[in-house]
């Protein structure tokens, strides 16, 4: 199926630790974007690459770390894991204007 | 900082009632406005409004964008069960770091009763 995909869809884990989200995309599309969406279900943008290329980089601690090794794939790591990190996180893929995005199935992060 | 405000933020209806759902922005640049439909999982797109007083329409649902008062409406008509959701509004930004950034509002959760 043509899709964005993430895994893993649930992540619980303790403070402190590292956890990395994988995120891949058979759509074409030349650029991937991270949100996290809150408990509010406010969905903020954290990151987007064109062509593994880092374009939009908002006010996001240096504790997250996306990762894009070729255009279908973005990855998203997260070092020393703190309480707030707590949140949906959704990977999503389309042009780089800002067009018709794609999301993918989103990964619930739980820090205990 | 750009800004997108929904309202209202929740809303309860009964089947075959017809809604209105508000959208207003603030940003720098403007390049599009778009409206997502969200139930469990992932967002789904409805619409991409460019330019003003030219409405959108699927099925049920349209939306219209007025670039001079900065806001747009999402309408469903006939509501069923099935339109139940978090309905979400973007603002695509045009140039420098905003361009291909996705401005979310807080979305309207929309309960449709039988």
């Known amino acids: 199926d043509t899709a964005v995909s993430q895994t893993p869809k649930y992540l619980v884990t303790q403070m402190g630790n590292d956890k990395s989200i994988k995120c891949e995309q058979n759509l074409g599309h030349d650029t991937m974007y991270w949100y996290k969406q809150d408990s509010k279900k406010f969905l903020k943008i954290m990151f987007s690459y064109n062509n593994k290329e880092l374009i939009i980089n908002e006010t996001v601690p240096n504790r997250f770390s996306p990762k894009s090794p070729d255009k279908a794939h973005l990855n998203l790591h997260i070092n020393s894991l703190e309480l707030g990190d707590s949140a949906v996180y959704f990977c999503?893929?389309?042009?780089?204007?800002?067009?018709?995005?794609?999301f993918g199935p989103g990964t619930r992060l739980t820090v205990l | 900082e750009d800004k997108v405000v929904q309202s209202p933020l929740s809303l309860v209806v009964h089947e075959g009632d017809t809604v209105t759902l508000n959208c207003s922005y603030e940003?720098?640049?403007?390049?599009?406005l778009l409206w997502y439909k969200q139930e469990k999982k992932a967002p789904t797109f409805l619409f991409m409004l460019?330019?003003?007083?030219i409405e959108k329409k699927s099925g049920r649902l349209s939306s219209i964008l007025d670039k001079k008062e900065l806001f747009s409406i999402l309408n469903i008509t006939a509501t069923q069960t099935g339109d139940s959701a978090v309905y979400l509004c973007?603002?695509?930004?045009?140039?420098?770091?905003?361009?291909?950034?996705?401005?979310f509002g807080q979305g309207t959760i929309l309960t449709v009763h039988p």
């Open positions: 999503a893929s389309g042009d780089r204007a800002g067009n018709e995005q794609f």
């Open positions: 460019t330019s003003s007083g």
């Open positions: 940003v720098t640049n403007f390049r599009s």
């Open positions: 973007a603002v695509g930004g045009a140039g420098g770091t905003s361009y291909g950034k996705l401005t």
